[in-house]
T-cell receptor, first 112, second 112 residues
Framework: QQQVKQSPQSLIVQKGGISIINCAYE??????FPWYQQFPGKGPALLIA?????SEKKEGRFTISFNKSAKQFSLHIMDSQPGDSATYFC???????????FGKGTRLSVIA | DSGVTQTPKHLITATGQRVTLRCSPR?????VYWYQQSLDQGLQFLIQ???????AKGNILERFSAQQFPDLHSELNLSSLELGDSALYFC???????????FGNGTRLTVT
């Protein structure tokens, strides 16, 4: 069964701190590992994505680290801000015909 | 704005009833996906259509059905509704496999 395990479920970080969210998957993945950000009342929006030919991708304060052999990837949010408070979902595109499989989400709260 | 439009935004109905959720994908996107989001289960994939044809099926109940029309808009039909069907239903679209999913803002269904 294709599963994506995301942790932690919730996270509280001080303003200016680093937020770290981890994901792990089983079975064979295709080549696409996106992270989505969701604010209350809105649909998830693509935040950043990585393909497995690189081990790290950085966009502004957001960085994805990818460990293909361990089948793990993580999102780091540097200098976390209150505006980053949202729910974050990792996702994996597995081999075969299945669309994106999402983790269960991490609710991030950044407090001043 | 993701470019994906979902209607209605809110729907309140009684058990045993049938409802139809509508989705207009981003211009040019051939794939439409339906996801269900509940508090404990995250984003659960229901079904995908590509250019009018069913492409993949997830954990969609037999009481639920969907279709994609020639103009590429899609409808999700939920029948014999139960209290447990109360959730957020998201539609997403993409040009094809391995490309970002763009989500609408969802339809919140409440079954009373």
């Amino acid at each position: 069964q294709q599963q994506v395990k995301q942790s932690p479920q919730s996270l509280i970080v001080q303003k200016g701190g680093i937020s770290i969210i981890n994901c792990a998957y089983e079975n064979t993945a295709f080549d696409y590992f996106p992270w989505y950000q969701q604010f209350p009342g809105k649909g998830p929006a693509l935040l950043i994505a990585i393909r497995p030919d690189v081990s790290e991708k950085k966009e502004g304060r957001f960085t994805i680290s990818f460990n293909k052999s361990a089948k793990q990837f993580s999102l780091h949010i540097m200098d976390s801000q209150p505006g980053d408070s949202a729910t974050y979902f990792c996702a994996v595109l597995f081999s075969g015909n299945t669309p994106l499989v999402f983790g269960k989400g991490t609710r991030l709260s950044v407090i001043a | 704005d993701s470019g994906v439009t979902q209607t209605p935004k809110h729907l309140i109905t009684a058990t045993g009833q049938r409802v139809t959720l509508r989705c207009s994908p981003r211009s040019g996107d051939l794939s439409v996906y339906w996801y269900q989001q509940s508090l404990d289960q995250g984003l659960q994939f229901l079904i995908q259509y590509y250019n009018g044809e069913e492409r993949a099926k997830g954990n969609i109940l037999e009481r639920f059905s969907a279709q994609q029309f020639p103009d590429l808009h899609s409808e999700l039909n939920l029948s014999s509704l139960e209290l447990g069907d109360s959730a957020l239903y998201f539609c997403a679209s993409s040009p094809g496999r391995g490309t970002p999913l763009h989500f609408g803002n969802g339809t919140r269904l409440t079954v009373t």
